[in-house]
């Protein structure tokens, strides 16, 4: 049966890109990756791609007169590769209204915060300026608002009285590499749809919400 094809939009060190290639890595999963595209041609994570031999595409924003002619490039990367799903996994970029409605409900975004907190950059900053003792990542669909969209799945981690901004982005970031795959396994085999902005799960008790994976100290 041929799987569901994943184009990953990347800007910077892919980790989360990683963690997709090693589920795809699985013949069992339901899912592959068709392209991995960024807008950063330097971006660390296109070697991540090239050395599972992944196809790459390099798309730099900055050589574009418009955010609107990088994004008709961007379309036509991932149709031209018949993508059933665009991942974002860090890609850095505001994308226009235009383009978020023509991917609408086949284009998520993975957070590094328990959303609708904390949106936007320095993300982790913002978490310990504000005291939260829990933070966590979050998958959505994506819309025009940045960080904004239906809220498919959540996991939380604690945060320590001891946090910096670095060993928080690293707690978190594990989870987020546990997430990913899931919510991808769960759309691509359709346990997991979108009608509008209502999210449902075919196996409710299953759940996607992951209450604390790191247990506190
Ligand atoms: C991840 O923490 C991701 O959640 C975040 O960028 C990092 C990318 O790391 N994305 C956002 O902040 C989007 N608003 P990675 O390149 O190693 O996957």
């Known amino acids: 049966m041929s799987k569901f094809r994943l184009g990953v939009l990347i800007s910077g060190r892919g980790s989360n890109l990683?963690?997709?290639?090693?589920?795809?890595?699985?013949?069992?999963?339901?899912?592959?990756?068709?392209c991995?595209?960024?807008?950063?041609?330097?971006?660390?994570?296109?070697d991540r791609a090239k050395s599972a031999k992944i196809e790459t595409v390099s798309i730099p924003h900055k050589s574009y007169d418009?955010?609107?002619?990088f994004e008709t490039d961007l379309t036509d990367a991932l149709e031209s590769r018949q993508v059933d799903l665009v991942c974002n996994a860090g890609f850095m970029r505001?994308?226009?209204?235009?383009?978020?409605?023509h991917w609408f409900n086949r284009q998520i975004n993975i957070?590094?915060?328990l959303l609708p907190a904390f949106k936007g950059l320095h993300v982790h900053e913002q978490v310990l300026e504000a005291g939260a003792r829990i933070s966590g990542c979050?998958?959505?669909?994506?819309?025009?608002?940045?960080?904004?969209?239906?809220?498919?799945?959540?996991?939380?981690?604690?945060?320590?009285?001891?946090d910096t901004a670095d060993s928080l982005a690293a707690r978190v970031?594990?989870?987020?590499?546990?997430l990913y795959p899931k919510v991808v396994k769960g759309i691509a085999e359709g346990t997991i749809t979108i009608n509008g902005d209502d999210v449902t799960f075919r196996d409710a008790a299953e759940g996607f919400s992951a209450p604390m994976i790191s247990p506190l100290r």
């Open 18 to 34: 990683q963690s997709l290639i090693d589920a795809c890595a699985d013949s069992d999963f339901p899912a592959e990756i068709a």
């Open 36 to 46: 991995v595209i960024s807008n950063k041609p330097h971006a660390p994570g296109l």
């Open 66 to 69: 418009s955010r609107e002619a």
């Open 94 to 101: 505001l994308l226009t209204a235009g383009f978020v409605d």
């Open 111 to 113: 957070h590094p915060s």
């Open 138 to 162: 979050t998958i959505h669909y994506v819309r025009a608002e940045m960080d904004d969209g239906p809220i498919i799945a959540q996991a939380a981690v604690p945060v320590l009285p001891d």
């Open 173 to 178: 970031l594990t989870a987020e590499h546990t």
